[in-house]
């Protein structure tokens, strides 16, 4: 079936440092994956997505890694700042369908 | 370049009343999408249009309707409202359906007494 989900639903990291959240999905079917970040009051953010047949991709401070082996995927924010505090949820989608989101995991940063 | 509004931003209704949502998407962006997210079912796809067709429709009700204009801007009507519609209803845009990178608006916040 279609579900993805997160591993931790809160991270805490020190201002500086690497964050990494992850996701498990189960759709094999999945022709992409993808990143959103929203922050409080605000809606969902799009970061960045992955292709299926890829499995690494970088953005501005932002990497996506996927094992499909283990249906995993994560992101990956270097030098986190104050800014990025939100809650990141991932989604799949297949061909031209709907997104499916994760419940999400909210990132604090802590100066 | 605007973002995508929606309107009210709040609203509270009481059990079996209706309630209708509006969105506005970004200039050029045919394609809307409706989301409903709670606390305890995250974030769950309501319906998607394009063109005013609906291309895509979740696993809701059919209380919860929708549609949109030759403008495309979009509207989705909730009839006989229950506690559990008590949600926030985001609306998203993009240029084409079934778009990865969707723009989303802030949000109606609906409370239902």
């Known amino acids: 079936g279609e579900s993805v989900g997160l591993h931790l639903p809160t991270l805490s990291v020190q201002e500086g440092d690497n964050s990494i959240i992850n996701c498990a999905y189960s759709n094999s079917a999945s022709d992409y994956f993808i990143w959103y970040k929203q922050e409080s009051g605000k809606g969902p953010q799009f970061i960045i997505d992955?292709?299926?047949?890829?499995d690494k991709r970088q953005g501005q401070r932002v990497t996506v890694l996927l094992n499909k082996t283990v249906k995993h995927l994560s992101l990956q924010i270097a030098a986190t700042q104050p800014g990025d505090s939100a809650v990141y949820f991932c989604?799949?989608?297949?061909?031209?369908?709907?997104?499916?989101f994760g419940q999400g995991t909210r990132l604090t940063i802590n100066p | 370049k605007a973002g995508v509004t929606q309107t009210p931003r709040y609203l509270i209704k009481t059990r079996g009343q209706q309630v209708t949502l509006s969105c506005s998407p970004i200039?050029?962006?045919?394609?809307v999408s409706w989301y409903q997210q709670t606390p305890g079912q995250g974030l769950q796809f309501l319906f998607e249009y394009f063109s005013e067709t609906q291309r895509n429709k979740g696993n809701f009700p059919g209380r919860f309707s929708g549609r949109q204009f030759s403008n495309s801007r979009s509207e989705m009507n909730v009839s006989t409202l229950e506690l559990g519609d008590s949600a926030l209803y985001l609306c998203?845009?993009?240029?084409?359906?079934?778009?990865?990178?969707?723009?989303f608006g802030p949000g109606t916040r609906l409370t239902v007494l």
């Open positions: 998203a845009s993009s240029l084409v359906p079934g778009s990865n990178e969707q723009f």
């Open positions: 200039s050029g962006h045919r394609s």
């Open positions: 989604a799949e989608k297949s061909g031209a369908q709907k997104l499916v």
């Open positions: 992955i292709r299926s047949n890829m």
